[in-house]
């Protein structure tokens, strides 16, 4: 079985069970919630198809290696910075995050620079903040937590610069 | 269902009263307008670059991914909708509200970790959770582990691109974090905006 398809049996088998359990709470509350998520849905679906359908040029105009180059040979705390910098940057969803990292790795960049550039990737890559976070969250909320979020990626290269490769 | 409960006893001074993040349910906002524009450059550098056939391939690649990314959407916010109504808001005011201490930021990271799908259930359930009483701190764990140590992308994506062992071993670098960038987020939140919140709600 793939994975892709474990993860959507877990993510529709959870959608079932809170079903129920609002279901079991009266079929006011169960309607209630299912025209909530619908109208969610409804009015998230532009934005998302904008940026999911855009994504990809947006991700062609940007040429991978001089992202993976910024990650180059161990370059100390400069370099982490700006591999913090670069993950930020990175558009495009998950393949394109990953495969840069692990051309970095391929090419001599340093290890923890690459731990700050993947943890930095996942924190704040612009693209996932823009068009998921603030759709679907309080927009304070996401400029916050990107703000208390920014020391992480350092903290991760330092924990690796500690322990070791892996 | 969703009535904003202005009065409700804060059950601490300080808690955040979010008016209720209406969730989603925003017009077009700026965030889509740079989007657009972005995309707009984008696809206009890639014709310059490519031709009609470059702009048509990512087209179709994108459209396919869409449609694929569609029914998981409907999932997350169906799950947003029925957490945000299931959860008990005193309860979950209490186990992740502003005095959660340490045990609130703790629920939030496991949540998070344990939580299924990508952006598009982690960040309706995220809001539901703020809306029924999580404060910015066990929210912030909660998002920062779905992110750094949740098990969806890891296998999907990480995985596969980049190994078994880089994954795992990042992630175990990863493990304090989400608990540290909530209590981060708590500990700046009470200086940031001291009953801010409750002014707002007064006036």
């Known amino acids: 079985m793939s994975a892709a398809l474990l993860i959507d049996i877990l993510l529709w088998g959870s959608v079932f069970g809170v079903g129920l359990i609002a279901f079991r709470r009266g079929p006011p509350v169960f309607k209630a919630s299912l025209r909530e ?7 998230i679906v532009p934005r998302i198809a904008l940026g999911v359908i855009g994504s990809g040029y947006i991700a062609a105009i940007i040429p991978q290696e001089v992202i993976s180059g910024w990650l180059g040979p161990d370059s100390g705390w400069l370099g982490v ?22 051309v970095a790795l391929k090419s001599g960049g340093g290890v923890p620079q690459v731990v700050a550039y993947v943890v930095a990737w996942a924190l704040f890559a612009f693209q996932r903040v823009i ?22 990626p350092f903290v991760a290269a330092a924990i690796a610069m500690v322990i070791g490769k892996p | 269902m ?3 409960s202005p009065n409700s006893p804060a059950p601490a001074e300080d808690a955040e009263f979010e008016p209720r993040p209406g969730r989603v349910r925003k017009p077009i906002g700026w965030s889509t307008i740079i989007i657009a524009a972005l995309v707009a450059v984008s696809a ?8 009609t056939d470059g702009v048509l391939d990512i087209l179709t690649h994108d459209l396919s991914l869409f449609g694929g990314i569609l029914p998981r959407v409907l999932a997350g916010c169906l799950l947003g909708a029925f957490i945000s109504e299931i959860l008990p808001h005193e309860k979950v005011s209490r186990s992740l509200g502003p005095k959660s201490g340490l045990k609130g930021l703790l629920i939030g990271t496991a949540f998070g970790a344990i939580l299924p799908g990508g952006p598009f259930t982690a960040y309706p359930v995220a809001s539901a959770l703020l809306a029924v009483g999580a404060d910015f701190g066990a929210t912030i764990a909660m998002v920062v582990s779905w992110t750094l140590i949740g098990y969806g992308r890891a296998v999907a994506w990480e995985i596969p691109i980049m190994g078994t062992d880089f994954t795992l071993w990042r992630i175990v670098i990863s493990l304090p974090l989400p608990v540290l960038a909530g209590a981060l987020g708590r500990f700046v939140y009470v200086r940031l905006y001291p009953k801010r919140d409750s002014d707002e709600d007064a006036a």
């Open chain 1, 37 to 43: 998520g619908s109208m969610d849905f409804i009015n």
């Open chain 1, 81 to 102: 910075a700006t591999a913090v910098v670069a993950g930020a940057a990175t558009p495009g969803g998950p393949v394109i995050g990953f495969s840069i990292g692990t």
């Open chain 1, 131 to 152: 068009l998921w976070e603030i759709p679907f969250m309080p927009a304070r909320f996401v400029w916050f937590r990107c703000a208390v979020s920014v020391p992480f």
């Open chain 2, 2 to 4: 969703s009535e904003p």
């Open chain 2, 44 to 51: 206009a550098l890639v014709w310059r670059r490519d031709g």
